[in-house]
């Protein structure tokens, strides 16, 4: 281990050293991949020295401890000593968590897809209300968020709708939303104030580009059609939306947001490139289950993962037993909480994992 921490620390040196070289600077995309690759390796090498130095300030403290006569200086060290051991095992357990093996996908844009699943226009309606909650978790971190296609209801819920979400570290934030979502409440329709079960289906995808995953043309059907919202709402006068199918999986993406036909087939191949990946990724996780990445969920579309009780104001994590009282103020976004105990809990199961 101490070897790795040396290379670690040797590449990151000579990295720093290269960009600060006159060269470096003439070529302005060769320099902004030593400065990404230089900041990847940054949060490792500043824990490999946190846990450096408070082993030297242990270190030192025993040796004035076993050198010193004088009770004040005695004391003196006696409390350094104390304080390094105190701090040094959560710095070392920060340590390991940065050396845990990153998800490739960390830093990709996400795909997000929301679907009405049980209980007709209360689940569409909700549908809505996970979708206006991410997007104001989006734009509270200054993310990006455009809708690829949308099929809304007559009362404003939303049977489905695929939006992309554009922004570094997108994924590695939401994409344990994926699964089913449970809601308890009591619709607006019910004249007897009876609390209604719905459910809503989440799925979240890192955006694919083309150099990852190669789609064949020649087993894609593109068609052409207007585009159409509720009530006639969002209705395009020319032929721009695009209805993309993969043959082989039968896999069908439709994107009509963008008023370009040319945007919205992009988008459309992008969204379809990202399923089928995610497709085959969850096939090969499926061969090798004691390998997956994380025992907080699997991400299966199937598995109920959190439930929203609005008559008693709580959100429920059933993967990693968590409630909080605060419903509002998650449906207006605030997730940080939900997501950084999801996020601890996988560097815990990923922790236990690589100490067998």
Same mark, same amino acid.
Request: net charge negative; aromatic share 4%; hydrophobic share 40%.
């Given at each position: ?37 230089? %900041? ?20 030192? =403290? ?5 050198? $010193? ?17 105190? =701090? ?37 309606? *909700? ?35 695929? +939006? ?5 570290? =997108?994924?590695?934030?939401? %994409? +344990? ?35 990852? +995953? ?9 068609? &052409? *059609? ?17 209805? &993309? ?19 919205? %087939? ?24 004691? $390998? ?17 009780? *609005? ?22 976004? $605030? ?22």
């Amino acid at each position: 281990m101490d070897e790795k921490l040396i290379q670690i620390e040797d590449k990151y040196d000579k990295l720093s050293a290269r960009m600060e070289a006159p060269e470096a600077y003439a070529d302005p995309a060769a320099y902004a991949a030593l400065a990404r690759e230089r %900041k990847e390796l940054e949060p490792v090498v500043e824990a490999i020295r946190a846990v450096r130095r408070l082993r030297a300030a242990a270190a030192e =403290a025993e040796a004035l401890l076993e050198a $010193e006569t004088d009770p004040d200086l005695r004391a003196l060290a006696r409390d350094e000593l104390d304080a390094a051991k105190e =701090a040094l095992p959560a710095a070392e357990l920060a340590l390991k968590t940065r050396l845990l093996p990153k998800d490739p996908n960390d830093e990709k844009n996400v795909i997000i897809e929301i679907r009405g699943g049980v209980g007709g226009e209360e689940s569409a309606l *909700f549908a809505a209300s996970l979708y206006r909650m991410y997007s104001m978790y989006a734009e509270g971190r200054g993310w990006k968020v455009s809708v690829a296609n949308v099929n809304e209801t007559d009362l404003g819920g939303i049977k489905e709708i695929s +939006f992309i979400i554009e922004g570094a570290g =997108a994924y590695s934030r939401l %994409k +344990f939303e994926s699964g089913v979502h449970r809601v308890q409440r009591v619709p607006e329709t019910e004249t007897q104030g009876r609390i209604h079960t719905s459910t809503v289906t989440v799925a979240v995808l890192p955006e694919t580009d083309e150099a990852e +995953f190669k789609l064949d043309m020649s087993e894609i059907r593109v068609d &052409v *059609f207007r585009s159409s919202g509720a009530g006639g709402q969002k209705v395009n006068k020319t032929s721009s939306a695009i209805r &993309v199918t993969h043959i082989p999986t039968g896999t069908v993406v439709e994107c009509q947001d963008e008023r370009s036909q040319y945007k919205n %087939k992009a988008r459309a191949l992008s969204i379809l490139a990202s399923r089928l990946a995610e497709a085959e990724r969850e096939r090969r996780d499926a061969e090798r289950a004691d $390998e997956r990445r994380s025992q907080v969920g699997t991400g299966m579309r199937n598995e109920r993962i959190r439930t929203y009780n *609005f008559p008693q104001g709580r959100v429920t994590d059933h993967r990693i037993g968590l409630t909080l009282y605060k419903i509002d103020a998650v449906m207006n976004g $605030e997730l940080d909480e939900l997501i950084d105990a999801l996020v601890t809990a996988d560097q815990a199961e990923k922790l236990k994992s690589e100490n067998g």
